[in-house]
């Protein structure tokens, strides 16, 4: 039983990397992103690993996604500016 | 066999397995609503986790998950607003759907754990997990316009 819980933990990490990969809008990428980091915390917690699944929680599910978030609007900002410019 | 584990594999392959196909696929607000509610889901199944492994410091994991899963949601809220405001996302039966999953496990971990100190911090993850799903979502769906002024 205990083996069934980390092959459907072991799946989910499989297919929402796949996904994050395969989606190519930065924001959607942080958004699934965001989703990949709580499904490795829970693949970090069946294996008998709660701290690096407590660090893993801690940066993926808000850090991560922000610094993304806030890097896209920067840059979006930019292009927008100089476009006035021209 | 440990029925505690089966149900939480259950939880995930159902619950969270449907938010990651949500997540990968289809418009920018149904992304939002399934990242949203993979929070929803986790958490019980951490819950659940930590009493089939007899663990209760796996407890702290939920914890941190029910107060760090709504404040990445308002994240999104807050810098996906322009794209969000033209089509709010509101998906309020799968909300509270994702909450009865909550308001069913905790009441069965209290049973299973007792009256005791354990038992009050279930029941404060699980206000915690509740509440902040439910903010969450309200600010996702356009509750508080003033934050998209800001």
Redesign the interface.
Known sequence: MADAVIVVALLLVALSATAAVAVRDPARQALVLSVLGLVLAVLFTVLQAPDVALSQLAVGSALTPLLLLLAVHKVRRRGKKEGHHR | ??GW??A??VV??GG??A???G??TGP?RR??V??NL??AF?CP??LL?SQG?D?P??V??AL??AL??P??TL??AR??AD?LAADPPSAWGLTYAAAAVGAVVVPALCVATGPSRAMAKLLVVGALLIGGNLLASRALSGAFPEVRRG
Do not use: H, K
Request: aromatic share 10%.
């Open positions: 066999m440990n584990i089966l939480a594999a995930l392959g969270v397995g938010t990651v196909w997540v990968a920018l992304r939002v399934a990242q993979c929070t986790a199944a951490l986790l492994y663990r410091s796996y702290d994991l941190v998950l760090l899963g404040v990445g994240v999104f810098l996906l794209e």
